[in-house]
């Protein structure tokens, strides 16, 4: 008899039951899609390394975690199997020997980049090593029903050749997008076999049997549309609109409900801001989930819902709940982003824990960061949730602020996600860029992409705003400028391009105000994402007193960078925008009488600021110089018209069409790395003197270590705000790792990220200490304020410390 594993007491999990329960897990999870053998296949084979005499000793004794390999074994079974060799079952086994491998660990490289690392030759250096393999072969579960095996491996095949045909037909002639496509194939397995092992080893600690969670679509629109009637007589009894506004909102949202009945696809939804786009959405999805076939089935499993900035998260989050009538706690919305405080309860952690691995609840809302950073890991952990985006419907907030770097490899997954995993898949946004006309074209839009036709005529019908351009000016003359207009309009949004600005026209701004006329704020990442929130709420709750007459004495002045510009619902009398590209203008002007209180046309203004360092903001430089060039081409144009909005992305993406892959400077794009990897095939045959000779070249590992949303050029700290101190010294006294890891995420939203320069300027000052060297952990003893956040350039004595 040999174990797989045992819990805290002492209670043992035979081998050939935990293979069976994965078997039959992962078989489970790709039924549907046809690829149910394979994921069978994975996790009956996995573990067959348990099956020695020291592996028992160490499950039975104890040992450091690890030191006892067992994932190679189940690799080398599979390259002996039986079946006949057609291209289908080598390339079977290839996908077979790399998932099982890398169970314990991350996907490795099929080739390095540099060539120096193939995977097989790797996993035939692992066999030459033995690690007890002939006794693992006799005593493997299935000796004596290897035919059995065999068998299962030949239906297998039959599956992969039907996807090599599918991705023929879908990918035609585009040799590079079948082969990113057959790279995301490896992945979804290996989500299918990690998700499947661990939840296997969760429930058999719990003592627990698996039970899908299945969503109740009809019991969902039922409550959605009694949230829908009691928001819109809200909005009509709190924002005074007019019956104009109302329909149209209306007509948008029943459109979208109508647009459930579309088939799967990838979807635009171009909405003009303030047109209710978040629920109009939601509405669609909840109705395309809850189609049914001929069999009663439904139609999609789950709505993901990808937010651009943590600034909006909470936000739009809190609008679904309200409007689902759900708790906090619920067990249909899961939150996936780093602001959310793990529970204190040790079983609702570890719940917490397993959602937020999976995404299976009905509705999850996380962030693009998120997302992507999923999709290019090559780690399991990561990676788990990934089978779990199949029949879903992904909406993409605020799809304009996807990173340049990422589009290429943004538009294979989803389209992978769509064509090959049943994925509906939803663009939104005021501001729709050409993300099909890229270089590659590699976004495969539904045939009628629109998901509602006809929106011009929203657009100009909720137009509340028009665009000005002014002349140059310094920061001071700026600043002068704001505060004339808080003075004229009363409640003013400013929004610039970099941090130093921001802080820079705060400061002068309050000089202005001698009277004390206006509450002022400032925001941007400076602060740490906590402090964010409170000064959103904060401004939020003010506008709502001023709205309503409660708050009288002062009106505001809020001067952010452009974490504001998208998806925040505020609305000010006057917004003043630093010039940027006309996409962010165009944000910025959202925010701009938004739930039409003036009867009238507001004015946005947009002034080119002097001496502006944008060096290391290279999008928002180049949309700067973009947006002067469209708007000297186009002299008293409507700025905002769709028609200029779209000549401005046609630029942008010309220029900016070398970036789009992600380069690294390993010479070869995070794209290239997951497709063909010529690269690396091409620096094999260089230093080995022979062609590389498999199929699966991608190099997996290397995209992870190469690929981050965030910019990696700068150091999160940990700074003097909210619960910081106090979890500092919790953490100095935790006694365990599973505490202060704990500790450590909970203090993610009390960081903020410094540039090489800023860490330096703090060294210097001694305001930086080591919290963890271990870990890396820093934080900042002096120079934080509780109005601009982390302080460099400026002195502290201007400000509230």
Not at 75 to 94: G, H, I, Q, R, Y
Not at 218 to 229: P, R
Not at 680 to 686: D, L, S, T
Not at 699 to 724: C, M, P, R, W
């Amino acid at each position: 008899m040999f174990y797989a594993r045992k819990d805290d007491k002492e209670n043992y999990q035979t081998l050939a039951e935990h293979l069976r329960n994965v078997g039959e897990l992962a078989c489970g999870y790709a039924e549907e899609k046809g690829f149910s053998h394979i994921t069978a296949l994975a996790g009956l084979l996995h573990d067959l390394g348990k099956a020695t005499a020291e592996f028992q000793k160490y499950l039975k004794d104890g040992g450091e975690k690890g030191s006892v390999v067992h994932a190679p074994q189940g690799a080398m079974f599979v390259s002996e199997t039986d079946c006949k060799n057609s291209p289908a079952a080598v390339l079977l086994k290839e996908i077979l020997e790399m998932t099982i491998f890398s169970h314990h660990n991350k996907l490795c490289d099929g080739a390095s980049p540099d060539g120096e690392e193939i995977f097989y030759e790797r996993l035939e250096r692992k066999a030459e090593d033995k690690f007890h393999y002939k006794e693992v072969k006799q005593n493997n579960p299935y000796r004596g029903n290897e035919s059995e095996i065999n068998e299962l491996f030949c239906l297998a095949a039959t599956e992969l050749e039907k996807l090599l045909n599918q991705l023929g037909q879908t990918y035609k002639n585009n040799k590079q997008s079948a082969q990113f496509a057959l790279g995301l194939f490896v992945k979804y397995i290996y989500s299918c076999l990690i998700d499947a092992d661990r939840l296997d080893a969760y429930l058999f600690d719990l003592k627990e049997d698996f039970n899908e969670i299945l969503p109740d679509w009809d019991m969902l629109i039922k409550t959605f549309e009694e949230g829908l009637k009691k928001t819109v007589e809200k909005n009509l009894l709190d924002f005074k609109q007019t019956d104009e506004i109302s329909k149209i909102r209306s007509a948008i949202s029943e459109k979208c409900k109508a647009a459930a009945n579309k088939d799967t696809g990838i979807y635009q939804l171009s909405v003009p801001t303030g047109g209710g786009k978040t629920l109009s959405s939601l509405r669609f999805a909840l109705y395309h989930c809850g189609k049914r076939d001929e069999s009663g089935k439904y139609n999609k499993k789950r709505i993901i819902y990808v937010i651009p900035y943590l600034s909006i998260i909470e936000q739009t989050a809190k609008s679904i709940r309200d409007i689902l009538n759900l708790g906090k706690e619920n067990d249909i919305l899961l939150e996936h982003h780093s602001n959310i405080v793990a529970p204190e309860d040790d079983e609702d952690r570890t719940l917490r824990k397993l959602a937020t691995s999976r995404w299976d609840q009905p509705i999850v809302v996380t962030t693009m960061v998120q997302f992507l950073e999923t999709v290019m890991s090559a780690s399991g952990g990561k990676l788990r949730k990934f089978h779990n985006m199949q029949d879903s419907v992904i909406i993409f907030d605020e799809i304009q602020s996807l990173p340049i770097k990422s589009i290429h490899l943004f538009n294979e997954v989803v389209s992978f996600l769509s064509k090959i995993l049943g994925a509906t898949v939803l663009l939104c946004t005021a501001t729709q860029p050409s993300l099909e006309k890229t270089t590659r074209k590699n976004l495969l839009l539904a045939d009628s992409p629109n998901l509602i036709e006809d929106v011009s005529e929203y657009f100009d019908k909720l137009k509340r705003t028009k665009v000005k351009v002014e002349e140059e000016k310094d920061t001071e003359a700026f600043s002068n400028f704001v505060f004339e207009k808080g003075r004229e309009d009363g409640n003013t949004l400013v929004i610039v391009n970099t941090k130093k600005v921001a802080r820079e026209v705060f400061e002068r701004v309050k000089r202005n105000d001698v009277q004390k006329q206006f509450d002022i704020y400032h925001l941007s990442t400076s602060m740490c994402s906590a402090h964010r929130f409170d000064v959103i709420k904060k401004i939020l709750a003010d506008l709502e007193a001023i709205r309503k007459g409660t708050k009288t004495d002062k009106k505001i002045i809020c001067i952010s960078t452009q974490l504001i510009e998208a998806g925040v619902d505020v609305s000010f009398a006057c917004v003043i925008r630093a010039l940027a590209g006309l996409d962010s203008i165009a944000q910025a002007a959202g925010r701009c009488n938004r739930n039409g209180e003036s009867v009238g046309t507001k004015t946005v203004f947009v002034v080119p600021l002097k001496d502006e360092n944008l060096d290391k903001l290279k999008d928002v430089k180049l949309g700067k110089e973009i947006a002067a060039r469209v708007i000297r081409e186009n002299q008293n144009a409507d700025y905002l018209d769709t028609k200029i909005l779209k000549r401005f992305y046609d630029y942008y993406f010309v220029r900016r069409e070398g970036e789009m892959d992600c380069p690294t400077d390993t010479g070869e794009s995070v794209y290239e790395m997951l497709s063909a990897n010529d690269l690396g095939k091409n620096n094999y045959k260089n230093r080995k003197k022979r062609a590389f000779n498999g199929y699966i070249a991608q190099a997996f590992l290397s995209a992870d270590e190469n690929f981050s949303v965030i910019d990696k050029k700068t150091k999160s700290v940990v700074v003097s705000y909210g619960k910081a101190d106090a979890l500092k010294e919790r953490y100095k006294t935790a006694v365990n790792i599973k505490e202060k890891l704990a500790i450590i995420r909970e203090l993610g939203k009390y960081s903020a990220s410094l540039y090489d320069y800023e860490i330096d300027i703090m060294e210097s000052r001694g305001a930086l200490s080591v919290l963890d060297e271990e870990f890396g952990i820093w934080y900042l003893n002096l120079n934080y304020s509780a109005e601009v956040g982390v302080l460099t350039e400026m002195k502290t004595e201007n400000y509230m410390v």
